[in-house]
């Protein structure tokens, strides 16, 4: 083919002979993602930062694969599927959990994508050829690569244990990766995270208009999480301290916001759109993603994510309703909460169980004349219909765009990390050093804020510590991670969300084991390297 090329091209240009076209002249000069780029100034380091920020987001947008979402939610104890895309059928279906699924192969390649693109800038801004930078800068710059290199391996050693580890850039393909072993990951994370707490700044050291940017708190979170993974509890302990105690942050107590002056709660106000960033009066946020209507500001989010669709009732199939912001906008339900959520979890007055956060009645909205005789009535709940028209469903991700109302995409902001989730952490901690006291007040200053009944130290176990989790962080959370983390995924599924009346055999969770603990290593990778062996997961 490239000899019949270069024909004609020499014919196109007219040559006398063929020897006047040069070899040179079609060789190839590949500019690919093994080539790092020499990054020489403030400039080129902040671009790419902001790439890792960008692909970051594509962890939570995934366009080619509408259920995405859902992956780290079904097939546990809180949710199960009721209008499945795809990608998500093996994490209930475990007997078709293979090493060909898509989900591990996303998480995979998301994940080496971050760290190769974090090793380049880690290189650079270590070499000691560069100039122009002073020590706090460039400290600050690996410490922000840092951040997110840390964060990908833990997805990494989370899903998968031990892989391979790579420290520098990629300048060419590699066929020939060997796993390192769980203990070696885990170093890295740690020394990653370590020195990002160490040189990233304050969040109130940020200007407003980058509050999304990393902070030491977000590596401090991150890191409570990891040693509680490696368990090595204390530590844990101290860095969820050094959150808590910074007075960088407190709990939303008291409404604020775009509809304080309407019916809602404190906490209902956090997941408001316009409500969500710490410029917005959200003082529990540590991390938010931040995002636009790409409509409004070109690169304002990457893809159309599916999160409100995968999380809220498809109500509007139900003749009589239309899509509202009163409702949340438009959803598919991809997936249902689950009855113990629904039914068992809550105690009575809790505020996370409130009408504002978990939506349990509709009233028929379309004003179509064909629909008078049943307009402003309630809404049965009663019928097939109800697992996925009109079934609950968690309030956090509505969002509706007047402009778009089929819902194509949701362009609202992330809540990535906030306070709550630290006194949970906190509690874990605190539970797994004997500490029953501590770690029933860490978990009571949400329940205060919950309007919930107190609990003492008889009543702490790792049970109820991830009871709670749910209560607090129902689709906000990787749930899927969190039972991966502490070993629970089989009890609490099976124990939880199992043999559900009325739902289809083919919903139901199937085949879960212990081998799901972690997830398959892609055979592709196995396939592809063929210099060395990269070994599968026991069980798969």
């Known amino acids: 083919m490239k000899k019949y090329i270069k024909i004609f091209v020499c014919a196109c240009l007219g040559l006398e002979t063929f020897t006047a076209c040069k070899d040179s002249f079609l060789d190839e000069e590949v500019l690919s993602s093994y080539s790092p780029e020499t990054l020489r100034d403030k400039a080129g380091f902040e671009a790419s930062l902001v ?5 970051n987001s594509t962890f939570y947008s995934v366009s080619w694969a509408q259920g995405w979402p859902a992956v780290w939610q079904v097939g546990t104890d809180v949710a199960w599927p009721t209008q499945p895309q795809g990608i998500e059928v093996p994490y209930y279906d475990y007997n078709t959990l293979t090493p060909l699924d898509g989900a591990a192969d996303h998480t995979w390649n998301w994940s080496y994508t971050m760290i ?31 951040f997110f290199r840390g964060l990908a391996y833990n997805v990494l050693a989370t899903a998968f244990g031990g892989v391979p580890l790579t420290t520098e850039p990629l300048t060419a393909p590699k066929t020939d990766f060997v796993r390192a072993s769980l203990e070696d990951v885990n170093n890295v994370i740690l020394t990653d995270l370590q020195f990002a707490a160490k040189y990233l700044p304050a969040i109130s050291e940020l200007q407003t208009s980058k509050q999304a940017r990393a902070n030491k708190y977000m590596a401090h979170q991150l890191l409570a999480e990891a040693y509680l993974r490696i368990d090595q509890p204390a530590l844990a ?10 007075g960088e942050f407190s709990l939303v107590k008291n409404r604020y916001g775009v509809k304080a002056n309407q019916p809602g709660d404190p906490f209902s106000d956090m997941f408001i759109y316009g409500n969500q960033r710490r410029s917005q009066g959200n003082t529990e946020a540590i991390w938010v993603m931040e995002a636009e209507n790409p409509r409004d500001v070109p690169g304002g989010m990457t893809d159309n994510p599916q999160q409100r669709r995968v999380w809220q009732a498809s109500y509007h199939s139900r ?8 409702l949340g906008g438009r959803g598919v339900a991809r997936l249902r909460l689950s009855n113990w959520l ?5 105690d009575e007055g809790d505020m996370r169980n409130s009408k504002f956060n978990i939506r349990r009645e509709f009233w028929y909205n379309d004003p179509d004349p064909k629909y008078s005789s049943i307009y402003k009535t309630k809404v049965p709940y009663e019928g097939a219909d109800t697992l996925f028209i009109i079934n609950p469903y968690t309030t956090k991700w509505g969002h509706f765009d007047p402009q778009d109302v089929f819902g194509y995409g949701m362009w ?3 809540i990535l990390m906030r306070l709550g989730e630290t006194y949970l952490l906190r509690a874990e901690a605190e539970f797994k050093q004997g500490k029953l006291g501590e770690a029933a007040e860490s978990i009571n200053e949400l329940r205060l804020r919950a309007n919930a009944p107190l609990v003492s130290a008889s009543d ?11 209560r607090e962080l ?13 070993g629970t995924l089989v009890d609490r599924a099976t124990r939880l969300n199992s043999n559900i009346p009325g739902l289809p055999t083919n919903r139901q969770i199937v085949g879960l084991r212990e081998m799901h603990l972690l997830m398959p290593i892609p055979q592709n990778e196995i396939d592809l390297n063929k210099d060395a062996v990269l070994e599968q997961n026991p069980g798969y």
């Open 51 to 55: 790439g890792l920020y960008n692909h």
């Open 116 to 146: 190769n693109n974090a090793n380049v800038i880690i290189q650079n801004v270590e070499s000691p050829a560069l100039s122009g930078l002073t020590d706090e800068e460039k400290n600050k710059i690996n410490a922000e690569a840092r």
């Open 237 to 246: 302990e101290a860095h969820a301290d050094t959150v808590i105690n910074s």
């Open 319 to 326: 003749a009589g309703m239309v899509p509202a912001d009163s």
């Open 342 to 346: 629904l039914y068992d979890l809550y």
């Open 412 to 414: 609202k902001d992330f």
């Open 460 to 470: 702490i176990t790792l049970d109820f510590i991830l009871d709670e989790r749910a």
């Open 474 to 486: 129902i689709g906000e959370e990787n749930r899927r991670f969190t039972l991966m983390r502490t």
